[in-house]
C-alpha cells in the first residue's frame, strides 16, 4: 500500500505504517531508507523513519522542491533544489534529472560526476522563440549576475531539450568568459578533462559570455541541433583555456557540431582556438562543422577575433555543407565588414558550403603566432551577393608564415550579384597569386 500526502512537509508531521509513500508537491514516491541517507532528498517521519526517494534511474527536479514560474521579480531561486536533485543522481552512480515543461528561475548549476544526463521538455517543431513562435518545453532562466547556467565538469554528461535565457539584470551585465550559459570545462587540475558528452536541441540566447563555452582538455564531445543567439561573447567557443585563465591548458578535440544554428552573437558564431594558442600540437584538432548556419555574428570588435562569422584556428578542420553570412539590416546586402570565415593551421577543409552575402574574400587565411598553415583546401563553395567583384575568393596573410599546400578549386558564384574570380586567390598585400580568368 502507498500512503499519499498533500506536502513533504505533512509527511514529516505522520506517523507513516505503509513501507512506501507519495508526495503530491514532489511528484515523488518515497520508500523506507535502512540508516539516514547521505543526500539531501530525505526525510524523517514521526517516530525516527527515514524515507528517501524510489529510485529508478531517473529523478525529477520537483524531487527536489524546483517550481515553475516566469514572474522574474518574485520569482523562485530553484538553484538549490536542482543541484540537490543532480546531487542525488549523481549520488546514485548516474541516470537521468528531467525537468517538465515551464521556465525555471535557478542560478549556476554544476554536475561534478560522470554519467548524469540534464534533459527537458523542448519540441523542436513547435517552439522556435528566435522565429516568433510558441514558448513550450523547459526554459532555465539564469537569475545570476555571475557564473555559468550550466557547467557540466564531468565526462559522458549529456543536456538535451533545454533552453537557456538570462534575467534582466544578467542580460545587462558586459561580457565576461565565466558568464556563459553552458561551459564544459574540468577542474583546473593535471590531466582532468571532460569526454564523451552530448548537448542535443539546446538554444542559449542573451548570456552575458559565450553561449557554449568548452576550456581545456577534452575528446569526443557532440553538439547537435543547438542554437546560440544574441549572446556577448561567441556562440559556440573552444579552446584550451585561455578563457578561463586555466592553469592547466589543454587542447580540445574529436568535436562533432552538427547543424548549430549561430547568429546574432558578439563574438564569432563558432571560434575554434584562440590568438594565443601557441604552437602546431597545442591547439584544438579533429573539428568538424557539418550543416551548419551562422549569421550576423562578430558585432563587436572587442570580442571578435577577426571581421568573419567563423574563426577557425587547429588542425584537421573541416567546414562542410554550411551557410555563413554577414548581413545588414537590409538582409539583402553584404556587411562591408565581415567576411564568412577566417582560418589558420593544418589540415583544413572548407568544401560543399552556401556561403551568402559575406564580404569578399570569402575566406581569410590567416597566421598565428608559432602555428605553421599547411594543406588548406577551400573546394566546392558556392557564394552569393559578395561584396567588390573585383576581389578574390580567399585571401592568404602575408603577415606570418608560408602556407604550405593550400589549394582552391571549383568554388562558384553568381557573378552578377557581385562576386570577384571565385576560383582564385590572393594576398592580403593585394598581389596576385593565383587567377584563372
Same mark, same amino acid.
Given at each position: ?8 512537509a ?5 506517523? %507513516? %505504517? ?31 523513519q527515514?524515507?528517501? #526517494? ?10 527536489g ?24 543522481? +549523481?549520488f ?75 534575467? +534582466? ?12 550559459? %553552458? ?16 548537448? =542535443? ?6 548570456? #552575458? ?8 582538455l577534452?575528446?569526443s ?12 561573447? *561567441? ?14 591548458k ?23 582556438? =584562440? ?8 591547439? @584544438? ?19 571578435? *577575433? ?12 573541416t ?10 539590416t ?5 556587411? @562591408? ?23 569578399? @574574400? ?7 603566432s ?16 559578395n ?51
Amino acid at each position: 500500500m502507498t500512503a499519499v500526502y498533500q506536502t513533504i512537509a505533512a509527511a514529516k508531521a505522520a506517523t %507513516i %505504517i505503509e513501507p512506501r509513500c507519495y508526495l503530491m508537491d514532489r511528484k515523488a514516491y518515497m520508500v523506507k531508507a535502512a540508516t539516514n541517507p547521505s543526500h539531501a532528498l530525505k526525510f524523517q517521519s514521526v517516530g525516527g523513519q527515514w524515507w528517501e #526517494p524510489e529510485w529508478h534511474g531517473e529523478a525529477l527536479v520537483e524531487w527536489g522542491g524546483a517550481v515553475v514560474g516566469d514572474d522574474e521579480a518574485n520569482a523562485v531561486d530553484n538553484r538549490t533544489a536542482i543541484q540537490n536533485v543532480i546531487n542525488y543522481v +549523481e549520488f546514485k552512480g548516474g541516470g537521468t534529472v528531467t525537468f517538465g515543461p515551464g521556465i525555471y528561475c535557478s542560478n549556476g548549476l554544476v554536475v561534478d560526476e560522470p554519467g548524469v544526463v540534464l534533459r527537458g521538455c523542448r519540441p523542436t517543431d513547435t517552439w522556435r522563440p528566435s522565429e516568433g513562435g510558441d514558448m513550450h518545453g523547459t526554459i532555465l532562466r539564469v537569475i545570476s549576475t555571475g557564473g555559468d547556467g550550466i557547467r557540466l565538469k564531468a565526462s559522458e554528461c549529456d543536456v538535451v531539450n533545454i533552453a537557456i535565457y538570462s534575467g +534582466e539584470e544578467r542580460a545587462a551585465m558586459p561580457y565576461g568568459g565565466t558568464r556563459n550559459g %553552458i561551459r564544459l570545462e574540468a577542474d583546473d587540475s593535471p590531466g582532468m578533462r571532460v569526454t564523451s558528452a552530448t548537448l =542535443h536541441n539546446v538554444l542559449v540566447r542573451d548570456q #552575458p559570455g559565450n553561449g557554449i563555452m568548452f576550456a581545456g582538455l577534452g575528446v569526443s564531445n557532440t553538439m547537435s541541433h543547438v542554437t546560440a543567439i544574441a549572446n556577448k561573447g *561567441h556562440g559556440i567557443l573552444f579552446d584550451g583555456g585561455d578563457h578561463t585563465a586555466r592553469v592547466n591548458k589543454d587542447r580540445p578535440g574529436i568535436i562533432e557540431i552538427v547543424q548549430a544554428r549561430t547568429t546574432d552573437n558578439d563574438g564569432h558564431g563558432i571560434c575554434v582556438g =584562440h590568438p594565443s594558442t601557441g604552437t602546431n600540437g597545442t591547439v @584544438p584538432y579533429r573539428v568538424n562543422l557539418v550543416n551548419c548556419e551562422a549569421y550576423r555574428n562578430a558585432k563587436s570588435a572587442s570580442v571578435r *577575433h577577426q571581421a568573419s562569422n567563423h574563426y577557425l584556428v587547429g588542425e584537421n578542420i573541416t567546414m562542410d555543407h554550411c551557410a555563413a553570412s554577414g548581413y545588414t539590416t537590409d538582409e539583402l546586402k553584404p556587411n @562591408p565588414d565581415l567576411s564568412a570565415v577566417w582560418l589558420a593551421g593544418v589540415d583544413i577543409r572548407v568544401e560543399g558550403n552556401r556561403l551568402l552575402s559575406s564580404k569578399n @574574400p570569402i575566406v581569410r587565411i590567416g597566421s598565428v603566432s608559432g602555428l605553421t598553415n599547411r594543406d588548406i583546401r577551400i573546394a566546392g563553395n558556392r557564394s552569393i551577393n559578395n561584396g567588390d567583384p573585383a576581389d578574390y575568393f580567399v585571401q592568404v596573410s602575408t603577415g606570418g608564415p608560408t602556407t604550405y599546400g593550400l589549394m582552391v578549386l571549383d568554388n562558384g558564384g553568381v557573378v552578377a550579384a557581385g562576386n570577384g574570380p571565385s576560383a582564385s586567390w590572393r594576398y592580403s598585400d593585394g598581389s596576385i597569386a593565383y587567377n584563372p580568368s
